[in-house]
């Protein structure tokens, strides 16, 4: 079974700050591991993903995130936060053995407010 | 860029009526999704479907729903004798191998 835990449903960022978007996941499989961000009444778009390889991770926007096994999490950040990054940001885990159906399991979403 | 899309893009419909809704998946992708989200809440997986067959489902997605792939580009979602608790909005998305997957603007499905 798989689930993801997003800490804090709504984290509070000035512009220029960083900006921190924690994700911690459960897999008895290893795990591929993605960001969507949800802007008000649109869906969803893929920011980033971790399936294998280099750990850390880039995306779009200036968004990059860290696959850390030991810890079992998969946060994201963002060194400078901008007005447009406000939105709903979504950690998913899918699995990866061959008889994935590629389900994606979502966190609760965590709320971005950039504060000017 | 290729898009995955859904219409209506707003449904109301009474209670125990039934809704069609639509999405288009990216051409060449081969496996297809359903997710809903209620308001408020997080985004739950429904179906997927692949080789013309659900490959998975929820236990959301009960008799009261089925997915078809009509002709070579639709997958739709249909919901039988609607609830109050099936307002939500209804994303489709599609992926070429089942890894990362692309979603569409989504369906607000209101039940009155």
């Known amino acids: 079974a798989q689930s993801v835990t997003q800490l804090g449903s709504h984290v509070s960022v000035s512009e220029g700050a960083l900006v921190l978007l924690r994700c911690n996941y459960s897999?008895?499989?290893?795990?591929?591991l993605f960001w969507y961000v949800q802007y008000p009444n649109q869906g969803l778009q893929l920011l980033l993903k971790y399936t294998t390889g280099a750990t850390l991770v880039k995306g779009i926007n200036g968004f990059e995130a860290e696959f850390k096994k030991s810890e079992t999490s998969f946060h994201l950040t963002k060194p400078s936060a901008h007005m447009s990054d406000a939105a709903e940001y979504f950690c998913a885990v899918s699995g990866s053995t061959g008889s994935n159906t590629g389900k994606l399991i979502f966190g609760q979403g965590t709320t971005l407010q950039v504060k000017p | 860029e290729p898009e995955v899309t859904q219409t209506p893009s707003h449904q109301v419909t009474q209670m125990g009526q039934e809704v069609i809704l639509r999405c288009v998946p990216i051409s060449n992708h081969l496996y297809f999704y359903w997710y809903r989200q209620i308001l408020g809440q997080k985004v739950e997986f429904l179906v997927s479907f692949y080789n013309n067959e659900i490959s998975e489902k929820s236990e959301i997605f009960d008799d009261q729903f089925s997915v078809e792939r009509p002709d070579g580009s639709n997958f739709t979602l249909k919901i039988r004798s609607t609830k109050l608790e099936d307002s939500a909005m209804y994303f489709c998305a599609s992926s070429e191998v089942g890894n990362t997957q692309y979603f569409g603007p989504g369906t607000r499905l209101t039940v009155l």
């Open positions: 897999s008895s499989v290893p795990p591929y």
